[in-house]
Nanobody, 115 residues
Framework: QVQLVESGGGLVQAGGSLILSCVVT????????VGWYRQAPGKERELVAR???????NYTESVKGRFTIFRDNAKNMVYLQMNKLKPEDTAVYYC?????????WGKGTLVTVST
């Protein structure tokens, strides 16, 4: 079993910063692909950032240069540093891990960016 629990969401003004945290427990390894997804009201869930390995990171175009995904394997943590937040970043953010081809998800944390 793999469990993920996100934290760090909240209300922030446009231009501000937040850091989301995700604790990952269970049968995961330092090489387990992890990522952050988000779902805005009325929209489908979309990939925000993904970390296949320490040197392989992918970001959706709209967050490049503003968001950074990183992990601390010693603490079983995955983070998403979000800078220069925009109102269109408002969404529920979900942590994801892929273990033996199966997706595991947290319950999400809400990020609201005000104008």
């Amino acid at each position: 079993q793999v469990q993920l629990v996100e934290s760090g969401g909240g209300l922030v003004q446009a231009g501000g910063s937040l850091i989301l945290s995700c604790v990952v427990t269970g049968r995961v390894f330092s090489t387990t692909p992890v990522g952050w997804y988000r779902q805005a009201p009325g929209k489908e869930r979309e990939l925000v950032a993904r970390m296949i390995s320490l040197l392989s990171k992918n970001y959706t175009e709209s967050v490049k240069g503003r968001f950074t995904i990183f992990r601390d394997n010693a603490k079983n943590m995955v983070y998403l540093q979000m800078n220069k937040l925009k109102p269109e970043d408002t969404a529920v953010y979900y942590c994801n891990a892929v273990v033996y081809g199966q997706d595991f998800w947290g319950k999400g944390t809400l990020v609201t960016v005000s104008t």
